[in-house]
């Protein structure tokens, strides 16, 4: 009797509910791929937005920042993992941004197995809310006390990411799985060309990996369609077409030469360059290009790929940024990479990033580079990752990096130091408590990353290749030996985030001016904010997309500047624009058409920029400095190297040939003060300067004067250094605007066209 | 690593009902599958997720149903959608937006009427519509900012008050209703459609059918005299979509088949009026649209039509008696293969992702190329004369400065 009544009891257990069924994978015979078919709630009248409760469980906040927030969440039908991320809107009391919307739609109209799809979007109150119905703590549920409803997008969770890939010790890339690699990217962005959309935000952060190797093109937030043709094996998609959209698009380091120089008739090749950016990355495992500013990054394309000549790109000197082209600059992408590439692979590097963009190879055309027909050939099936990885694991993966080399004396303790390394602690107990532990027992068998074999299957230089330093280069080696770095340190990252801009707050969430406010993300620890280097990287899927808090017009969506056919309305999109309606009343459209005010700054009203700005050539002439202790000099240099602000002067000094040959001081003289800087700075060895050999080619003056170009111009006559971006740039990020950047006369760097 | 593990895994295939596609056993009892590298594939996603797809399509029985039974709500139903339509009207004519703009908010707002109804107010119709509209902007991108909806719309709303209403009625407190009508209709419209907002508008369609593209790489072999011919039936179907869509003719086809209708159209109007020989290309249709033509279908559609319009709107625009066609007309006007196999997709991934294309194409992108250089070299010298540093410079001036 009590056996039968076990048995019921056991039966029970099975049968008693609801039975769930989930749905199963099938497979296509025809594509080979396996699928698995959702189905439409019998409670919706429509397929597309649901709500958390009954649908969805969130498991994990996976991050929070600019970008808005991600939870990791079960699909409860399939109990399969999604990853759920909200979508900011700017203003409660506006319009859905565009740019969500066109995410969303684009999202719904691709399927392929190289883009990321969109299993449907939720409305409702943050998941920690709703956690409370899932039987969690009240006191989580209660932690956001967010009560406005937002919209969710749901995505299907993916293990890695190529950034969080490229930064892993323990993986190890083969040149066969950077070129399977590189053809499902070229694959995937094919595919989105021939949908006729453009994707504008390529980059290692924004292409996902799943568990059975296959690569996804994620985060569409800044994608949009294109008007033409779609692209063939010649021309991209939209060639010849006289649209217009904004320039400002696409991750900084990522950006492709003609939206630094400000063209706004792009096409497809955009994202081609940025796959040439991630093909370079997969060998130096940091992005190629960090240019410190918008400009800035025009230099740094044209340092690796050479100024383009007019047959190498007709169209550069007619760009709004035709400026940067009067560079001189020689191509140096062969002696940096060719000690990874072969011939062939040097050649589709440089037709990538080929600074033409109808010279650039386009996808279709790319996937048939003899590369990829050469030895190795590309896997068959890529055979990554072997744990999970993410950009936001990436500073995790530096200090387990840090630790292989704690062997070596500690650091001499110093007040600034000390302060380092706690933070540096805090963040790394923080990690301990990151998805690390997770990692599957085997794996704890891997070899210890300082033990991974030196001859790695991709040639890894025995020597970094000559470069000039980074600021957070120079202060990490300053460290001492003891934190020498056996991988590269997390430089791949985005650039940092511009504070919020003093004055009005127009934006009613920004925090407010006057009184110091800790920010949001504290209580997640450090490396939420910034990590040792001073960069910002909780970025999970892209930047800051829908809630651009930052002033700094950096990556704008083309809110309304896209639209070809708009031009009889004078509107501004933007929040500082905003007025009182209540107040002005019409005046809202007797405003002028939009100009953008800000990113690269290319305007055409600041002629006064163009002209060059007479100044001394230091802050004080040696004989009035007040006190030389306190302002020293600059340190004579042992040699005298021409310049291209000595030749910007010639003229001058020519006449003056005279005073630099006698060698006279000219502080007593009553020459302009241009002349006596020009002649005050190599007074001593001004014997030598007629005997120097012819000056090379250089660059132009007026660029060498204003940025210092190259190091060995970087020196102005007066011996003072202008740095490429100070903190009183313009451009530069994370400071402030000072008096010296508002005022046009007192600034030093001119940073417009 | 990521390999699947499937040796512990009952990975019988067994075949499924569908052709063409296997079904994996995975079974609930069965134990987790786990790859190498510690990933469940059951926790994660298979290459590919086949979503569930939204019914937009109806027959015509099903259309003039939803107005009810009852004649005086019918009516009044009818009445705010005239009053809607107009409001689409009024507003792509003051915002100067695009016909297509027009077209797809036309679609929208048909989708809904039959979906959920209209509210009750006609107050709140407007609102609903404005909401519509500005949703339709955004997806055609032709855009505009909120301000300007707002100030569109209570233009609108002023204009029914009469004189002495208008003037009590505080213009201020109007506008701050309406925008926050606007965000909240939005909101809601996008949660009812689902963010479905893959319209297949006809009026976008049409003009990418026809594009540069396809006319040099599919239509450079047809007859030099339809070539000539056809940018008047061409203009004649755009004509017709812009008026057709004002009756819900777009709930009862996708968008192709609108396209298609409305080249039929013109063409058959062509073909009554002026040549009566007239008759499209061979495989004309089967080459271009992804559904299969044939004239029993265009003669039930364009009953249906006539039904709408004797049901809904009477429109200066209605077709009205030339809605009339026999089958005998239609199979005179067309040359389609009669298969029973399904159409294959003329847009497919596959058919363009290797980027053969014609060398006539590659000359005419070439020559667009060359004139967008030009117009950016003339328009960049105009803004920025190039200076040559090589030439000398008038140092007098230079003084003077």
């Excluded at chain 1, 492709?256 to 950016?277: M, Q, S």
């Excluded at chain 2, 009902?17 to 190498?36: F, I, Q, R, W």
């Excluded at chain 2, 027959?59 to 019918?74: F, H, M, N, Q």
Aim: positive net charge; glycine residues 6%.
């Amino acid at each position: 009797m009590s056996q039968e009544g076990s048995a019921k009891r056991a039966d029970f257990k099975y049968k008693i509910g609801k039975i769930k069924h989930t749905p199963p994978v099938l497979k296509d015979v025809r594509s080979g791929l396996e699928f698995i078919e959702l189905e439409k709630r019998d409670d919706e009248k429509v397929y597309g937005v649901t709500k958390f409760l009954g649908n969805y469980k969130e498991e994990k906040k996976l991050g929070q920042g600019t970008f808005g927030e991600v939870y990791r969440g079960v699909h409860l039908a399939t109990q399969r993992q999604v990853a759920m991320k909200k979508i900011l809107v700017k203003t409660e009391n506006d319009l859905f941004p565009i740019t969500a919307q066109r995410e969303i739609t684009i999202l719904k109209r691709l399927n392929h197995r190289n883009v990321v799809q969109l299993i449907e979007m939720v409305y409702d109150y943050p998941p920690a809310q709703n956690g409370a119905a899932y039987g969690q703590d009240s006191s989580q549920a209660s932690a956001s006390a967010d009560t406005m409803k937002s919209f969710y997008m749901i995505l299907p969770y993916m293990v890695a990411d190529l950034s969080g890939i490229l930064h892993n010790p323990r993986v190890t890339l083969e040149m066969a799985d950077i070129k399977n690699m590189m053809l499902q990217i070229l694959e995937g962005i094919n595919y989105i060309h021939c949908k006729k959309f453009m994707h504008r935000d390529i980059k290692t952060a924004n292409i996902l990996l799943d568990h059975k190797g296959i690569l996804k093109i994620a985060d569409f937030g800044l994608a949009r369609n294109y008007y033409g043709a779609p692209p063939n094996l010649k021309y991209p998609g939209g060639a010849g077409t006289d649209a217009k959209y904004t320039s400002v698009v696409v991750t900084r380091w990522y950006r492709a030469p003609e939206l630094v120089l400000g063209d706004k008739n792009y096409t497809t090749a955009v994202d081609i360059w940025g796959i040439g950016c991630v093909f370079a990355e997969f060998f130096e495992k940091r992005p190629i290009l960090q240019g410190k500013t918008d400009i800035d990054q025009g230099h740094v394309i044209f340092k690796l790929m050479g100024t383009p000549s007019d047959s190498d790109w007709q169209l550069a000197r007619y760009l709004p940024g035709a400026e940067l082209t009067r560079t001189s600059y020689e191509p140096t992408y062969k002696e940096r990479f060719g000690k990874y590439l072969t011939e062939k692979g040097l050649d589709l590097l440089s037709t990538l990033l080929s600074l033409d963009p109808y010279k650039r190879l386009t996808a279709m055309a790319a996937m048939q580079h003899p590369f990829f027909s050469e030895d190795p050939l590309p896997k068959l099936q890529l055979t990554l990752p072997c744990e999970e990885s993410h950009e936001t694991d990436i500073a995790r993966y530096g200090q387990e990096m840090q630790k292989t080399v704690s062997n070596l004396p500690p650091a001499a303790p110093s007040g600034h130091a000390v302060e380092q390394s706690q933070t540096q602690q805090q963040s790394s107990r923080h990690h301990q408590s990151q998805p690390y532990q997770s990692l599957p027992p085997q794996k704890s068998s891997q070899p210890h990353p300082q033990q991974i074999p030196e001859a790695a299957p991709v040639q890894q230089p025995s020597q970094q290749p000559p470069q000039e330093p980074s600021a957070h280069q120079q202060q990490y080696s300053s460290r001492g030996p003891q934190q020498h770095r056996t991988t590269p340190a997390p430089t791949s990252l985005p650039p940092k985030p511009k504070p919020a801009p003093p004055g009005a707050r127009y934006n009613r969430e920004a925090p407010p001016q006057n009184k110091p406010v800790k920010p949001l993300t504290r209580h997640l620890g450090a490396q939420y904010q910034h990590n040792n280097y001073g960069n910002y990287y909780n970025h999970w899927q892209g930047g800051e997309r829908y809630y651009e808090t930052y002033n700094d017009g950096y990556p704008h969506a083309d809110r309304y500047s896209d639209d070809t056919h708009y031009n009889g309305y004078g509107y501004r999109s933007r929040g500082y624009q905003r007025y009182d309606m209540r107040r002005e009343g019409e005046s809202r459209y007797n405003q002028r058409p939009y100009a953008p005010q800000q990113g690269a700054a290319y305007r055409p009203n600041r002629r006064d920029t163009y002209k060059l700005v007479d100044r001394t050539g230091q802050p004080y002439p040696p004989e009035r400095v007040p006190n030389p202790e306190l302002h020293p000099s600059p340190a004579p240099r042992p040699k005298r190297t021409l310049t291209n602000t000595t030749q910007l002067s010639s003229h001058s000094s020519a006449a003056t040939g005279s005073t630099a040959a006698s060698g006279s001081a000219v502080s007593n003289s009553s020459e302009p003060v241009r002349r006596s800087s020009t002649a005050s700075l190599d007074n001593s060895e001004s014997g030598n300067i007629l005997q120097q050999k012819p000056p090379p080619p250089v660059a132009n003056p007026l660029e060498a004067r204003i940025y210092g170009r190259d190091e060995v111009q970087s020196n102005h006559p007066g011996g003072r250094l202008y740095p490429r971006s100070t903190p009183d740039s313009k451009n530069s990020e994370g400071a402030a605007p000072s008096e010296a950047s508002t005022d046009p006369t007192k600034r030093n760097i001119v940073d417009y066209y | 690593m990521a390999e699947p593990d499937v040796s512990d895994t009952n990975t019988a295939l067994k075949k499924s009902g569908e052709p063409g596609m296997e079904l994996e056993n995975n079974k609930a009892t069965s134990g987790a599958v786990v790859t190498e590298a510690g990933f469940n594939t059951r926790k994660l996603w298979p290459d590919l997720i086949k979503l569930p797809s939204n019914r937009w399509v109806y027959s015509c029985k099903e259309i003039v149903d939803r107005l009810g039974t009852d004649p005086k709500a019918a009516q009044l139903t009818k009445k705010k959608m005239e009053k809607c339509l107009m409001y689409f009207y009024m507003i792509k004519k003051n915002l100067r937006l695009f016909d297509h703009t027009y077209t797809a908010a036309c679609i929208l707002f048909f989708r809904y009427w039959y979906i959920y109804e209209l509210p009750q107010s006609l107050q709140d119709c407007i609102h609903l519509s404005q909401a519509i509209l500005a949703t339709a902007c955004k997806a055609m991108e032709n855009n505009r900012p909120l301000d300007m909806y707002v100030k569109a719309t209570c233009e609108f709303m002023m204009k029914d008050l009469a004189q002495q209403q208008r003037g009590r009625q505080n213009m201020d407190k109007l506008k701050w209703d309406v925008r926050d009508k606007l965000v909240r209709y939005e909101k809601q419209l996008l949660c009812q459609f689902g963010f479905d907002l893959d319209l297949q508008n006809p009026k976008e369609l049409i003009e990418e059918i026809f594009s540069g593209f396809y006319r040099f790489n599919r239509d450079n072999i047809m007859d030099e005299e339809f070539k000539k011919l056809f940018p008047k039936i061409l203009a004649e179907a755009r004509n017709f979509i812009i008026q057709a869509g004002t009756q819900p003719v777009s709930l009862l086809c996708d968008g192709y088949t609108f396209t298609a209708l409305a080249l039929l159209f013109a063409g058959l109007q062509y073909k009554r009026s002026t040549a009566p020989n007239f008759r499209f290309p061979r495989h004309f249709f089967q080459e271009r649209f992804p559904i299969r033509i044939t004239g029993p279908m265009i003669v039930n559609l364009f009953t249906d039509y006539r039904i709408l319009e004797d049901n809904f709107f009477d429109l200066k625009s209605n077709k009205g008696d030339k809605l009339e066609v026999t089958n005998e007309e239609v199979q005179s006007l067309i040359d389609e293969e009669p298969t029973d196999e399904t159409v294959p997709n003329p847009y497919d991934y596959e058919l363009i992702k290797d980027g053969v294309c014609s060398q006539e194409f590659l000359d005419h992108t070439e020559s667009k190329l060359k004139e967008l250089t030009e117009k950016i070299i003339s328009e960049s010298l105009k803004k920025r004369p190039v200076i040559d540093d090589n030439t000398p410079k008038d140092d007098t001036k230079r003084v003077k400065m």
